[in-house]
């Protein structure tokens, strides 16, 4: 099947848009019309998995699809949007990675191709990327505390994302639950949407409660049947349980490194040599502090395609929340919505009941 053909295909099956209750339309309101889709859920940007098709999928399905960048050049990244595009004319944004030492480059690319949305993760955004950003999109930030996102505010942040410990991939160290506690409250500048830990409907409406505008959703979406995840990597999330997804230790305090949540298998041994590794590296004076850091990433980005391209789930990362334990099929991602729709309006009326 040509490519064309096969957009042309994909676009045609795409599902309608699903039918919002009135009561869950207006306690997201605010992160719907933030985001221009009539669902607020963001997809995580899942390095290697949330590409240009499961992207789609999710904006197509109503939800907002993110591409995650992670180390793609500005040509890799142009190529992905342009693909995207092709695939959905629903709105969708960018995640780029703060420490990207083309970072600068990354958001002139989106600029060309106009992203709607640019999402800022891992660190605090240069200040000279979010003003780029923002004269042409809408800006996303994380923010690990209140107290960030009050400086990312001021940097020109338009929304907030906070992501809990329970998440995928790099986490913080506090809980989703406090974290919604601590920000929620004092924050209400801008739209803030919440990620780390949320496989059902009945938690995405106590945090639609407490304040949030959305949520942010990514484990859930990794066995989308539109998802290119590797088989072997999509059976390793419907076995798992929530307490098999756990978090990286830090081998030295000297390298700082972002812990990881993942399931536990031989490439978690592996990280632990790899950190040791550097750190010799970076005592010796080889290599400097940042680029260390950058070694490792490199580590977890080579992981992490081993496990979801190649299959390799032993060896590979297989990076997911602790939501895990609520991934128990395969399905396409507009049955996961809907799903998701149906156990938040269940809630809705238990409440009201």
């Known amino acids: 099947m040509s490519e064309a053909v096969a957009t042309e ?5 795409a599902p309608p848009m699903p039918v919002v209750s009135p009561r869950l339309a207006s306690l997201w309101k605010r992160g719907a019309d933030f985001l221009g889709c009539p669902v607020a859920i963001l997809g995580g940007a899942m ?26 050049s500005p ?11 092709a695939l959905t004319k629903r709105p969708f944004g960018v995640n780029v990675i703060t420490m990207h030492p083309q970072l600068v480059e990354l958001v ?12 800022f993760a891992a660190g605090l955004s240069p200040g000279e990327a979010i003003k780029k950003a923002k004269a042409f999109a809408k800006v996303v930030c994380f923010a690990p ?13 338009d929304a907030i994302v906070i992501e809990g410990a329970e998440a995928g991939g790099h986490i913080g160290p506090v809980s989703t639950s406090v974290l919604a506690q601590e920000v929620l409250p004092v924050i209400r500048d801008v739209p803030v949407f919440v990620a780390g830990g949320i496989g059902r409907g009945e938690a995405i ?32 999330f419907i076995r798992a349980s929530a307490r098999d997804a756990v978090a990286s230790v830090q081998f030295d305090k000297r390298l700082s490194v972002i812990p990881v949540r993942a399931l536990a298998n031989h490439g978690t041994e592996e990280f632990m040599e790899t950190q040791r590794r550097v750190l010799e590296k970076l005592m010796r004076g080889e290599v400097e502090q940042q680029a260390a850091q950058l070694e490792i990433e490199h580590f977890w980005a080579g992981a992490l395609r081993r496990a979801v391209i190649d299959g390799d789930v032993e060896r590979g990362s297989l990076m997911a929340g602790q939501s895990v334990g609520m991934v128990e099929r395969e399905e396409p991602v507009a049955a996961i919505i809907a799903e998701l729709l149906a156990q938040a309006d269940a809630a809705l009326t238990a409440r009201s009941a």
């Open 145 to 157: 505390a209140a107290s960030f996102a009050k400086r990312l505010i001021k940097s020109g942040a």
């Open 108 to 119: 002139e690319v989106c600029q060309t191709n106009n992203v709607s949305h640019v999402v």
């Open 47 to 72: 390095s290697w998995v949330s590409e240009r098709h499961l992207v789609a999928a999710i904006s197509n399905a109503g939800g907002f699809g993110v591409i995650a960048c992670g180390s793609m």
């Open 75 to 85: 040509a890799l990244l142009d190529a992905e949007i342009k693909a995207t595009q």
């Open 9 to 13: 295909s994909f676009l045609k099956t």
């Open 205 to 236: 409406v106590s945090y639609l409660e407490m304040g949030a505008s959305g949520v942010q959703m990514g484990t859930r979406f990794v066995c989308a049947t539109e998802c290119i995840a590797h088989p072997k990597f999509k059976q390793a």
